[in-house]
């Protein structure tokens, strides 16, 4: 008689790690948004510092298996502060051929590539390009390759439930975050209250994505197929309660904030446009709040109908992107001519024309400060982070209602879709918006002016005794009268500029990261902020001489812009576009900056902005 024993797998190596990258890939109907967003999320609970980088298709459904349906997702997270979603992702998971073409360039020496084999085959291979299949003909042989029939296992770990195969085929997304949950020692209890939150209302569909995430998180468990764990450990961030935020979450709290701050009704009018239609989704969920979101049916409307909310005492808002904003132009006009507190986000893209909708840009800078007939000065601000958008919304809030002017909010695509953790804020912590309305009936001009701010007074349409017309034609200096007058209206177009140059003196000064002077100085502005600030700290550590500065306004500049270039004998001017604030700071100061230009619809890495400081050096 003979007596079998039950034999368990070997306990997995634990390997600890600072810093890790992945990278989800697969089919835009794969989920990987989801799939990405799921792990962020449960990364954010366990106290990892991250930083997300979603990267979208730009067709609405591409077909199937195609390069350009590719949809994917990076994550970094890390035990470390950090500000960049990586370089170069440690791990790819990519579902099928099409993922792996589009991302493996991407992927480290020696990385972790895991494969759903299942989506390997003739017909997938050919719609992707491929001559031979990489997994046979061992191109592939330089990672260390998991070939796992995700496909497969997913429909094994759901047969009991009543799905069709199409649809629970769908579910594999889940399998392979379960299987990388534990690879990364990730809990699933956050995902699994998620699924059951999502569907509730359908009980099957709960009940299957529940299956695939424990099936593929047992199967990394109980299979020898990987022999080591990954450990990230907590990140030592300051104390305080944080959540994970994307940019364009970040600015629609922010301008939520502002209004209570300011205690008055937002009012915000858009048109929908990728990637700023976020924004109208998160503030329409703000009903119990003193906001009010208005679908309208183009971007002149949109805008139009925020200058009239701005008219009548609200705090006037819109938001697009660069086409939207070339089709607002006229308004914008509108709005600093009636001198009135307007904010004009603009979360910018590729471009010209319809351009790299999905992809990130920062081309609209001379668009913001000049794009517009005659001489139409408006401030300019610029989020450098995801979390940074909530505070410069209140910033824009704040100047436009005390200057009386509209005010640009430029973020970008990598902004407006990337996350990170944010850090709640305490109220106390936040600036006092102070909004007043002009009541003396006796005094009131509608173009007299404030002689700190030069702002004209803002007066409720309606108030007996302050009636007042406003318009796009030029305005007689104090009355507000129509005036063709040439002097006046030399007079008005000064005035109008001096204004906006006075904010200068009501913003904060230029920080330098850094030495205050040597050889070389880093310029930046907006999301350039986490590559550039990662890349000099870099090469300080290794003892160079370079320091680096963020510009959050860029009209006015801050007024020490000047004098930080001047202490540095090297000016570096990295941007996402072909050189615009590179142009003005030439044009202002007579610095010759030297340009680090990229135009891919990406990001920056921080080697790239690394290699070029060095050849400065």
Same mark, same amino acid.
């Given at each position: #008689? ?55 298709? $730009?067709?609405?459904?591409? &077909?199937?298996?195609?390069? /350009?349906?590719?949809?994917? %997702? ?14 170069? &992702?440690?791990?790819?998971?990519? #579902? ?16 972790? +590539? ?15 390009? %491929? ?47 379960? =299987? ?29 994505? #529940? ?18 764990? @990954? ?10 309660? @944080? ?24 009012? %915000? ?26 679908? $309208? ?59 790299? /909708? ?20 408006? $401030?300019? =601000? ?63 001009? &509608? ?47 000064? +005035? ?26 880093? +310029? ?28 959050? %306004?860029?009209? /006015? ?18 941007? +996402? ?9 030439? $044009? ?14 990406? /990001? ?14």
């Amino acid at each position: #008689m003979s007596t079998q024993l039950e034999v368990k797998p070997p306990k997995a190596h634990v390997e600890d790690l600072e810093t890790v990258v992945i990278r989800f890939a697969g089919d835009s109907g794969d989920g990987m948004q989801l799939t990405g967003s799921q792990f962020a999320d449960t990364t954010a609970i366990l106290g990892n510092d991250l930083v997300t980088l979603p990267d979208f298709p $730009a067709e609405i459904r591409a &077909p199937a298996g195609t390069l /350009p349906g590719v949809s994917g %997702y990076q994550i970094s997270f890390s035990s470390q502060d950090i500000r960049t979603p990586g370089d170069a &992702p440690g791990v790819l998971v990519a #579902m099928n051929p099409a993922a792996l073409k589009t991302n493996l360039a991407d992927l480290e020496d020696g990385g972790i +590539l895991i494969v759903d084999t299942d989506a390997f085959t003739q017909q997938n291979l050919n719609k992707a390009g %491929y001559k031979s299949n990489p997994l046979k003909d061992q191109s592939l042989a330089g990672y260390r390759l998991f070939e796992i029939p995700l496909t497969t296992l997913t429909l094994r770990a759901i047969g009991e439930t009543t799905l069709g195969t199409r649809q629970a085929t769908r579910c594999k997304n889940f399998f392979a975050l379960g =299987l990388v949950f534990w690879l990364y020692e990730r809990p699933v209890e956050h995902t699994e209250k998620w699924i059951q939150d999502k569907f509730r209302n359908n009980a099957e569909v709960a009940r299957a994505n #529940m299956a695939a995430l424990l099936a593929g998180y047992n199967y990394a468990e109980t299979t020898e197929i990987f022999t080591t764990h @990954y450990r990230v450990t907590k990140a030592k961030l300051a104390p305080g309660t @944080y959540r994970k935020i994307t940019g364009n979450e970040a600015t629609a709290i922010g301008f939520v904030t502002a209004a209570m701050l300011a205690k008055r009704p937002l009012f %915000y009018g858009s048109y929908p446009i990728t990637p700023a239609s976020d924004i109208l989704h998160e503030l329409s969920r703000y009903k119990n709040f003193p906001i009010k979101t208005f679908q $309208a049916e183009d971007e002149i409307s949109a805008i139009g109908a925020a200058i009239g909310a701005s008219y009548g005492g609200s705090l006037g808002l819109t938001g697009t992107s660069g086409p939207g904003v070339a089709l607002k132009s006229e308004a914008i006009g509108l709005a600093v001519m009636t001198e009135l507190p307007l904010v004009i986000i603009n979360v910018q893209r590729g471009g010209p024309s319809t351009g790299l /909708p999905t992809k990130t840009e920062q081309a609209d800078l001379l668009q913001a400060v000049f794009g517009r007939n005659s001489e139409c000065p408006v $401030a300019v =601000l610029a989020p450098a982070t995801p979390a940074e958008c909530f505070t410069l919304a209140i910033e824009a809030i704040r100047i436009a209602t005390r200057y009386m002017t509209p005010v640009f909010f430029l973020s970008d695509g990598y902004l407006a879709n990337g996350a990170e953790p944010w850090c709640i804020p305490d109220l106390k912590d936040l600036p006092q918006i102070e909004v007043k309305f002009y009541a003396d009936k006796a005094t009131f001009q &509608p173009y007299r002016r404030d002689p700190k701010t030069l702002a004209r007074p803002w007066a409720i349409p309606g108030t007996p005794g302050l009636e007042h017309r406003v318009g796009g034609l030029e305005k007689e200096d104090v009355t507000g009268n129509v005036s063709y007058d040439p002097i006046n209206h030399e007079k008005m177009v000064h +005035l109008r500029a001096e204004k906006i140059a006075g904010i200068a003196n009501d913003i904060p000064d230029l920080e330098v990261f850094g030495p205050g002077e040597g050889k070389v100085l880093v +310029l930046g502005w907006g999301s350039t902020h986490g590559s550039i600030t990662t890349a000099v700290e870099k090469l300080q550590r290794a003892g160079a001489s370079v320091s680096s500065a963020h510009l959050r %306004y860029l009209n /006015p500049f801050p007024r020490n812009l000047g004098e930080v270039l001047r202490r540095f004998e090297r000016v570096l001017i990295p941007e +996402l576009n072909l050189g615009q604030l590179r142009l003005m700071i030439r $044009a202002r100061y007579l610095v010759d900056a030297i340009g680090l230009n990229k135009i891919q619809g990406k /990001p920056f890495k921080v080697s790239e902005i690394v290699g070029k400081i060095e050849e400065l050096l």
